[in-house]
């Protein structure tokens, strides 16, 4: 099987086992597992934070965020395809008793002057606006980068209002590969920051996020109260140190496989590439070869080719660390069977 369903099917590198076989380990609730503390102090220092706290998952570093940031009854601003709103089971509501607000971007990109309107006056009716919420790049927009400058104008609008904004990078740094600007850049645009450790950068488990020591410290109450605090976790937060280690760089064979992909897939009669490729999710719209998405991916399975569906008629292909550019090539030719 070709598995172009996502960065997440990738299975850990041979260095990854060695770092995870080797990791000296401690109790991680009291702060001794030292293989743990190693990455949060690594990944604090490349994201220019004071602090950062490894979690297990994106989802709960983006819920840990929104709790620690929000109290009940606060609303959240945020893209209307964001993956905080779209695909984390409304957590935020569930969890933390907030509301979502959606704003529709371009891209994935907010409008400031949007996000600006979005904010609410003190009024005895209204919820307070109590977190802004950026993605880049943006799942649901097909790996978009959202531009550095767009951030900055939405952190100046959160900071003239006293509003702290969180950024959703489980793929930033997809967006620094592809945009050269630094990872230090772009989280300066946001208090708080959460990226996967376990989507391109190959690692099995775990994501990080990183802010003011302060909100760390609250944070981490948040994450034992979840049921996130871990003991012996370094076993786990080894590989994710070659991941930020030695896995950042090549991000760009990912981005470049989807282009190929894109612009072989771009050729056939009947499907329509729907987003730019800024990164490694490659947007097929498969209607006018006469396919659902579903219908579509039965087909290529048959062919030995997995994807996953992103609306009836969209079927997202995502490059990953397990593909090569054979792999490409053969997609490519199977297609002729397919449509
Ligand atoms: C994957 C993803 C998450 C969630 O990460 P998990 O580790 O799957 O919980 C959050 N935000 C975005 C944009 C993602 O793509």
């Not at 945020?78 to 905080?84: D, R, S, T, V």
């Not at 080719?305 to 009836?312: H, K, M």
Request: net charge negative; proline share 4%; charged share 25%.
């Amino acid at each position: 099987m070709i598995d172009l369903r996502s960065d997440t099917v990738t299975k850990p590198t041979k260095r990854m086992r060695e770092a995870a076989f080797d990791a000296e380990v401690g109790d991680d609730v009291y702060g001794e597992d030292p293989t743990v503390n190693k990455l949060e102090a690594l990944a604090a220092d490349m994201l220019g934070k004071e602090a950062a706290m490894f979690v297990t998952s994106g989802t709960q570093g983006n819920q840990i965020a929104v709790l620690t940031h929000c109290k009940p009854g606060d609303e959240v601003l945020l893209e209307e395809n964001a993956h905080l709103f779209l695909y984390e089971g409304a957590s935020m509501s569930a969890l933390a008793g907030v509301q979502p607000r959606t704003i529709r971007g371009e891209k994935g990109a907010m409008s400031p002057v949007d996000v600006a309107a979005a904010i609410r006056p003190e009024d005895i009716h209204f919820p307070e606006t109590g977190l802004i919420c950026i993605e880049n790049t943006h799942n649901k927009a097909g790996g978009a980068v959202v531009p550095l400058e767009n951030m900055k104008m939405i952190a100046d609008v959160a900071r003239d209002n006293g509003i702290p904004v969180h950024l959703d990078g489980a793929r930033l740094f997809n967006a620094v590969v592809a945009s050269g600007v630094s990872v230090k850049d772009f989280a300066a645009q946001a208090d708080t920051v959460q990226f996967c450790l376990s989507k391109g950068l190959g690692a099995p488990v775990g994501s990080i996020l990183a802010g003011s020591a302060d909100f760390i410290a609250r944070a981490r109450k948040w994450r034992k109260r979840l049921g996130g605090g871990l003991r012996q976790a370094g076993i786990i937060a080894a590989p994710g140190i070659v991941a930020l280690t030695e896995m950042v760089d090549r991000l760009a064979e990912d981005h470049e496989l989807a282009k190929v992909l894109a612009r072989g897939l771009g050729e056939f009669r009947g499907l329509e590439i729907e987003n730019d490729v800024d990164t490694n999710i490659v947007l097929v719209n498969v209607k006018q070869a006469g396919y659902t998405s579903e219908a579509f991916l039965a087909k290529l399975k048959e062919h030995k080719i997995l994807a996953v569906p992103f609306g009836p008629h969209t079927v997202r292909f995502v490059t990953n660390l397990n593909v090569t550019a054979d792999d490409i090539d053969h997609v490519l030719n199977e297609m002729r069977y397919i449509v």
